[in-house]
């Protein structure tokens, strides 16, 4: 009665579990010796062709060889194998098995003579499991070749970050969990940032440009594409494209428009005050000739009378306003570079310093009280230029200098000096200034002078001053001369302190 309570309960349990679970047993040798009908129906072979076969018969190539005799060993050793195995069935489909194999020991002899194998079937769960590692390692894939990848919580906190975000922003991993991705935002406009924000979770208009700082402080340029999703409490994607480059690229590109553009205006500009200049230079001649013919004719056949007398000074009148004419001319064609050194009758090359002092010695004579000029003359060498040209330089800036404080007074400095210039933009042609120059500076305490009016200083005919007080042809000259030169010009000015015209003269070839 005992006995019959005992056994049944085991029955029970060896009939669900052989329903259940795949069952084999095998010899010490690996053969089969026998099989279940659920090991049968998942690897479609019938028992006849499985018994005496090894399980290589349902090997799938799967597993490294290194797993095979790691199980070999732990059974042989008397210990039981846990593990996962992917067999191929008879016709060539993969199935996944939970397995344990174990070796059965005899009671006579206490020795291991044959090993029991007990599988249950997790394929749909393997199959699951390799699909979502699939997706995991496409989806690692797609952060790791993007430029940077991090994902925020709906406060903007970094939750996970990519090696090559970390790599963008020259922080760690650890250091970006522990910060929100505002602490890295460089962009002037916080409203501007809010409204990106906004969009995002609204679902649209979610790639913009921004600014973002480094660790060390630096600032780059980065393209944005952000997308929100709800889950897991509300979370944002992030993926980050690097265009700082681009943006230096387009800049670049823009600079050198400008100074096509620049270049163009100035030559046309140039073509067209030739043209001009040239043919009232002969109108002017005539004018000056003829004038010149009849203060002749006035003074030697007319008798001496109050009329004469009235006739002649007028035609000196004239004879004055056609020279400051004619100085006009001059300035148009020395800015539009029709009048090169060579082609002068006489080129005057006086000392550097002696063509300043003269010029301080000329402005002073008419120096408003409460004006001075300091002189700072530094040993360097003569500038290779024309006396004249250069006095004409000179006098134009220290001029222009003189009227920027005549109401308020203050000083006017003026400084010569050697200097090393590099990757400087020169105010007046837009090209870089590099190299080694013989510097010359105008610098005045006045009022400065603002960005849109610095956009037009060295244009001709351009002119701030009231009608009557200037030309608009004083720094185009001395524009056009530079120019000739291959020297540059840079201006720096400040609104409410000051201006100061730095000249740059090709330092001379035999000078070391």
């Known amino acids: 009665m005992n006995s019959e309570h005992t056994a049944t309960p085991y029955a ?21 010796t026998f099989v279940n009908a659920e090991f049968c ?39 039981v194998w ?21 070796p059965i020991f005899s009671e006579e002899t206490g020795e291991v003579y044959k090993y029991a194998a007990i599988r249950f079937d997790i394929t749909e769960r393997k199959t699951q499991e390799l699909a979502l590692k699939k997706k995991a390692a496409l989806y ?25 975000y970390c790599a963008m922003t020259g922080y760690s991993r650890e250091e970006l ?36 700082r480094r660790k060390n402080g630096s600032h780059w340029s980065t393209e944005i594409t952000a997308t929100y999703t709800p889950l897991d409490n509300g979370s944002i994607f992030v993926f980050l494209h690097d265009i700082t480059e681009r943006k230096a690229m387009e800049k670049y590109n823009n600079e050198l428009q400008r100074q096509l553009n620049h ?78 050194l060579l082609s002068k009758k006489a080129i005057s090359i006086k000392p550097t310093r002696s063509v300043i002092e003269e010029v301080v010695n000329m402005v002073n004579v008419n120096l408003p009280a409460g004006i001075k000029i300091e002189l700072e003359l530094n040993d360097t060498p003569d500038i290779a230029i024309d006396s004249m040209e250069l006095h004409q330089i000179l006098t134009n800036l220290v001029v222009n200098a003189r009227d920027a404080i005549k109401k308020m007074g ?37 009022m400065g002078i603002n960005d849109e009016t610095m956009e037009h200083i060295f244009d001709p005919f351009f002119t701030t001053k009231a009608i009557g007080e200037g030309t608009g042809l004083g720094l185009a000259m001395v524009s056009g001369i530079m120019k000739n030169l291959g020297g540059h010009i840079l201006v720096d000015s400040k609104l409410g302190v000051g201006t100061t015209f730095r000249l740059f003269f090709p330092f001379p070839k035999n000078e070391s």
Not at 85 to 100: F, S, T, V
């Open 263 to 340: 270049s163009q205006k100035l030559d046309s500009i140039g073509r067209l005050a030739a043209g001009i200049s040239h043919d009232f230079n002969n109108i002017l001649s005539s004018i000056i000739g003829y004038n010149e013919l009849c203060k002749m004719i006035a003074e030697e056949e007319l008798a001496e009378s109050e009329v004469k007398n009235n006739l002649i000074a007028n035609l000196k009148h004239v004879s004055s306003s056609g020279e400051r004419a004619a100085e006009l001319i001059a300035q148009m064609l020395t800015y539009c570079r029709q009048e090169p």
């Open 82 to 102: 846990f593990g996962e195995i992917c067999n191929r069935a008879k016709d060539g489909h993969l199935y996944w098995l939970q397995a344990i194999i174990l």
């Open 410 to 446: 203050g000083v006017i400095k003026i400084k010569l000096s050697t200097i090393e210039m590099s990757d400087a933009r020169c105010t007046a042609c837009l090209t870089w200034i590099n190299g080694r120059f013989i510097e010359l500076c105008v610098s005045d305490c006045g």
């Open 177 to 212: 969990l522990c910060m929100s991705i505002d602490e890295l935002d460089a962009t002037e406009n916080p409203i501007e940032r809010l409204e990106n924000f906004n969009r995002v979770l609204l679902g649209h208009g979610n790639t913009f440009e921004v600014k973002r």
């Open 140 to 164: 690692q894939a797609a952060i790791e070749t993007t430029d940077g990848f991090a994902r925020l919580n709906m406060k903007g906190n970094f939750i996970e970050v990519s090696d090559t």
């Open 41 to 79: 129906r998942i690897s479609g072979y019938s028992e006849t062709e499985l018994l005496g076969k090894s399980h290589s018969i349902v090997n799938s190539n799967t597993h490294s060889k290194k797993l095979f005799t790691e199980m070999w060993k732990t059974i042989t050793g008397g210990e």
């Open 12 to 32: 029970d349990l060896l009939r669900a579990l052989n329903k259940a679970a795949i069952i084999t047993e095998t010899d010490l040798d690996g053969r089969i």
